[in-house]
């Protein structure tokens, strides 16, 4: 009992330790903001890079695809991990955009069944509502939305609808980034007034026989209608992925099922009703699956029964099946390495904590020899003694962690709020500051150099300070009011931008903070002040209690 009380009392009577508690409360916090932050952004890219992925991949190790996919993704959905299929066509090309040419990856796909297997629709960035509200036009009025104002609809269909048909050409959704009059604001957002929607453009590809080499009739090309722009959050496929329909692209490379005339051999002249067919080929298929199953189950099976199908000689392809983590794996990687290696530095620094809680309590030891001297006298065991100074540990080790939780959520939680004050409001915080703090300076020096020859300086510093402050405050506050523009000047020339949206990729910081995580760094936390105190522990311990009663 008599630890508990000498406890409770140390802690709140001595300054020493609540510094040793405030070491532990910061590195803590510290800890936290980081791996919460650095593992926001890690989840933000994965989510990102599964989003037009799929879970898993059966694809061409060649730019001239596979044959066979239909019977491949027969197969494939009859599997119990598997809930849906698609093919994807994928090719380079060009895409010239108002006289812009730029080198794009073009993904041929259906709608459809795409959008059930990636997040397609999600990524659509334009809706009938925009370019309603773009035109002027009020919803209410109008009554049923024309078909070529429905964004949504056509980018479903990849075709153009309404006057758009006029054009006679195939619809297509770009990246938001492929668009070269299209950028971010300073808060991170697209302005449909920049979009492409409704402009025309011009694919172009090149077509590859089976063997890999170009076409006879080389390059071919088509005019489409841009019919939405997509962000999918990882600037790598924003700025340059484009989408038409998958048989529009099959169509452009030749990869469509095409039946010819058989020709003898040996005469080289045609065999009368025979003919020759060229089989339909796509460049991957993309597969989800089903709820119960992980991404490794799934796997497995979508590779066992792409070998098996492999294994008919006439259906013989080179086809690599991976995960969406096997395909983005460099770049997530590297990710989790950098997040490793900033939590890994945290935690190195965080020692200077374990090294004030050591030092704190050496001292509160040399201070307190007599009191153990005292109590080793009345009978207090050594292990008594050590159990008091760690316990000691443990209260400041707790009470440290948990306000560190405490300040590390409230961080997390607004640091775009907080973001957004240091870029826009910092200007105008500062000057109030200036203002109210010079005058509260001004106001104490006078005041305590009138009252020194009345013996009254700190009460006339006091009164003078307090009442030059807030007449700072009122100063700034009209001169904010008086002087035109004052308060972006101030916080155009003061301002601090920690996360800058039009540099990196997401508008916002990652605000979520992990409990999983936070509740070992705070276990941690304790753990290492009571290792801190360890030492100190001991050596109270080991105090001989006459030469401890005799320390002076």
């Given amino acids: ?57 059966v694809q061409a190790r060649s730019m001239t695809g596979f044959a066979y996919y239909e019977e491949l993704m027969v197969e494939i959905k009859a599997l119990d991990e598997v809930v849906a299929a698609t093919p994807v066509v994928s090719t380079f090309g060009m895409i010239n955009l108002d006289g812009h040419t730029i080198g794009v990856n073009i993904m041929g796909i259906q709608p459809e069944e795409f959008s059930g297997i990636v997040r397609y ?43 758009l048909k006029g054009h006679d050409a195939p619809g297509v959704v770009i990246g938001v980034e492929v668009n070269p009059y299209q950028y971010r604001d300073e808060q991170g957002q697209y302005d449909f007034r920049n979009s492409a929607v409704h402009q025309t453009a011009t694919l172009t590809v090149l077509p590859l026989t089976e ?31 484009v989408f038409v329909r998958f048989d529009v692209l099959q169509k452009l490379l030749g ?30 298929i993309v597969v989800k699956g089903a709820e119960g199953y992980t991404l490794e189950q799934v796997y497995a099976a979508v590779k066992y029964t792409v070998l098996t199908f492999d294994k008919v000689p006439a259906r013989h392809h080179a086809i690599a099946v991976r995960t969406w983590e096997q395909r983005h794996a460099q770049f997530i990687n590297a990710v989790k390495n ?82 957004y004050w240091l870029a826009n409001r910092l200007g105008v915080s500062a000057h109030y500051t200036w203002c109210a703090c010079g005058g509260a300076l001004v106001g104490a020096v006078v005041g305590a150099a009138v009252g020194f020859s009345k013996r009254k300086a700190l009460k006339f510093a006091l009164l003078a300070g307090l009442a030059l402050f807030l007449l700072g405050l009122a100063g700034a506050w009209v001169s904010l009011a008086q002087v035109e523009d004052l308060s972006f000047k101030l916080n155009d020339a003061i301002s601090f931008k920690m996360w800058d949206p039009q540099t990196y990729f997401f508008d916002r910081i990652p605000d979520k903070v ?24 001991v050596l109270a311990a080991r105090l001989d209690p006459v030469e401890a009663l005799r320390y002076e």
């Fill in 255 to 284: 990869m469509e099922r095409s039946e010819s005339p058989a020709f003898d051999e040996q005469t080289g002249e045609p065999i009368p009703g025979k003919t020759s067919v060229k089989p339909a080929r796509t460049s991957e």
């Fill in 514 to 537: 992990k409990f999983y995580d936070a509740f070992f760094i705070v276990l941690g936390a304790i753990l290492s002040s009571v290792v801190g105190a360890l030492i100190p522990a």
């Fill in 1 to 57: 009992m008599y630890k508990l009380t000498l406890i409770l009392k140390y802690l709140r009577r001595k300054l020493g330790p609540m510094f040793a508690a405030l070491a532990v409360m910061l590195c803590t916090a510290m800890v936290i903001i980081v791996i919460s932050v650095m593992g926001g952004f890690l989840d933000l890219l994965q989510t990102s890079a599964k989003q037009l992925t799929g879970d898993v991949s």
């Fill in 338 to 419: 950098e997040k490793g290696m900033v939590t890994f530095l945290f935690i190195i620094i965080s020692i200077v904590a374990v090294v004030m809680v050591a030092t704190t309590f050496y001292m509160t030891v040399l201070e307190k020899t007599r009191d153990i001297g005292v109590l080793r006298a009345v009978g207090a065991s050594q292990g008594g003694i050590m159990g008091l100074f760690l316990g000691y540990g443990l209260a400041v080790g707790v009470v440290g962690a948990l306000l560190g939780l405490a300040l590390a959520v409230s961080v997390v939680w607004h640091l775009n709020e907080i973001q």
């Fill in 121 to 163: 629709r999600d990524t659509l960035m334009w809706s009938a509502d925009d370019i309603l509200d773009y035109n002027g036009i009020d919803p209410d009025e109008l009554g049923a939305t024309p078909p070529a104002f429905d964004l949504e609809a056509m980018s479903m269909t990849l075709e153009p609808a309404g006057f």
């Fill in 211 to 241: 063997r890999g080499a170009p076409a006879e009739l080389g390059p071919s090309y088509t005019n489409a209608v841009v019919l939405n722009e997509f962000k999918s959050g990882l600037y790598e496929i924003d700025r340059s992925q």
